[in-house]
RNA sequence: GGAGGAGUGGCAGAGCGGUUGAAUGCACUAGUCUUGAAAACUAGCAUAGUGAAAGCUAUCGGGGGUUCGAAUCCCUCCUCCUCCGCCA
């Protein structure tokens, strides 16, 4: 969430941001409204403190008093109180609906995007941003969607997973099985190589942290909920990871903390039924390798880049031709200021697939999480935060299988066959 | 799930109705001393709101209540510890 004063000073920049995120509410209207709750709040603030202050000092005096044997001196500064009473309990109550209304205002205010996202609507208006420079895979009329290959080898079950769960939940096995744990140790791996510390963080938040975070409000319907214990599914690792640091003031010095946690990821996808649903393109459980950062304001955007790398990285060693995107303001994310999207080509069915999501919030997520630092004069500062696929199993496997088919079988890149324990799936 | 105990600043730990935002120790920061370091000594050292500042206000696990006045009393929720039960 953005933070008032930031509101306050930077209206224009805001509304021009609003825009280019094609924002349907009347931002303008919402805008002025929270710079007069805040005022209001902050008058309320003031007069109900005066009135504390006084009822302190009579109180203090009356301790006096009554210590002195001056029974009616006291008890008519008592009467003094208990008229301030009245008065403080009506400004508090309207200090509490103002706060209510101030911050159910501050939450419908996505963040301001970068200056370099493309206005746009939908995800046909993202910009590409590094194009993809060599030869697409052409495996002829022969190639097969990953489904059909996942059925041929044996590598995944989807009839099962809906026996025993229902769609969406594919069961993996055999060498499927094996394939997935091994892109999961391959990616964790490389991200210690890069510096970050491996989290194994709980499976289900509660709600402050999916707060934190901004999945709520903005994501409720998204997430599975389990109401007896009031906890939600996460749907993301980024949500406990990013928690690790939620009213931490950290020192300036242990910038960057870079953090990377392995989860199965559960997303109930409501709403977006029947659209490329098909294997493993959209799923209500996958599992993910996520990489976060926590950052000085000053590095972020260099700190991106080299999130950047890292997930290139990645796609180069396991062979897979991607390219990648620069999300437009209609397809940014609520709380995201400037999002790369990595997309791999899958070779099956011809068309590209998004593994990998790497964004910069700046200090939006981290007002929310209160995530600060001290800086050089001692003043307390939020910090800036970043998040990345490194990466999304299930579609990594989708294209995996469906760009290195051959005639004899599923060839393993060779970054993985150590993880793996074989070179080809026939 | 049942019974009991406990939650105070970065940590340890006092206070248990009156001027306490909170003793003391440790840690940390700066200074004095020293060739340098250590030790010793001196000072500083929570967060947030408001304000130009001084200051004022709130916060002693969260919320609510009693009282002129609550870290201290009451209610409720949460968390941790011990014991019993159950159990991967």
């Known amino acids: 969430m953005l933070q008032v004063n930031f509101i306050k000073q930077n209206k224009e920049r805001i509304l021009k941001g609003l825009a280019t995120r094609n924002y349907k509410e009347d931002s303008s209207k919402l805008i002025d409204s929270i710079i007069e709750w805040d005022d209001a709040r902050k008058e309320t603030q003031t007069a109900l403190d005066e009135l504390l202050a006084k009822n302190k000092l009579f109180s203090k005096e009356i301790g006096g008093l009554f210590k002195q044997g001056k ?30 209304k ?53 590598l995944i079950d989807f009839e099962l997973g809906v026996k025993i769960t229902g769609s969406g939940f594919p069961l993996f096995r055999g060498q499927g099985a094996r394939l997935q744990r091994g892109l999961i140790n391959f990616f964790l791996d490389e991200a210690s190589k890069a510096g970050y510390e ?29 109401e007896k214990d009031d906890l939600y599914l996460i749907p993301t690792a980024e949500v406990p990871v990013t928690n690790v640091y939620r009213n931490v003031i950290v020192k300036e010095a242990d910038f960057p903390i870079k953090l990377t946690g392995y989860t199965p990821c559960f997303r109930r996808e409501a709403g977006s039924y029947g659209k490329d649903t098909k294997g493993l393109n959209r799923v209500h459980q996958f599992d993910k390798v996520e990489i976060v950062q926590i950052v000085h304001p000053e590095k972020s955007y260099e700190v991106l880049e080299t999130m950047l790398d890292h997930v290139a990285n990645l796609l180069t060693k396991l062979e897979l031709p991607y390219r990648i995107l620069r999300l437009c303001g209609g397809d940014l994310g609520f709380t995201s200021a400037l999002t790369f999207d990595f997309e791999t080509y899958s070779a099956g069915q011809g068309r590209w697939l998004e593994v990998s999501s790497v964004s ?42 469906e760009n290195h ?19 080809i799936i026939n």
């Open 71 to 100: 029974q009616e001196d006291a008890n008519s500064l008592k009467q003094q109180v208990d008229a301030n009473k009245v008065k403080i309990k009506a400004l508090e109550d309207d200090m509490r609906d103002i706060k209510d």
């Open 102 to 154: 101030l911050d159910n205002g501050l939450l419908q205010i996505p963040n301001v995007p970068h200056d370099s996202v493309p206005a746009g609507n939908t995800d046909e208006d993202n910009e590409v941003y590094k194009e993809w420079t060599g030869a697409l895979p052409n495996l002829g009329e022969k190639a097969l969607p990953h489904w059909e290959l996942a059925k041929k080898y044996n």
């Open 198 to 226: 491996e989290i194994v963080p709980p499976l289900l938040v509660n709600e402050a942290s999916a707060r934190a975070t901004g999945q709520l409000p903005d994501k409720e319907g998204q997430m599975y909920y389990v």
């Open 360 to 401: 910069n919030f700046e200090n939006f997520q981290s007002n929310r999480l209160k995530v600060r630092y001290k800086d050089a004069n001692n003043k307390t500062q939020l910090a800036h935060t970043l998040n990345g696929s490194a990466l999304a199993l299930a579609r990594i496997i989708a294209t995996l299988l």
């Open 405 to 423: 088919q051959t005639p004899d079988g599923i060839r393993i890149p060779k970054a993985l066959q150590h993880y793996v324990g074989f070179d």
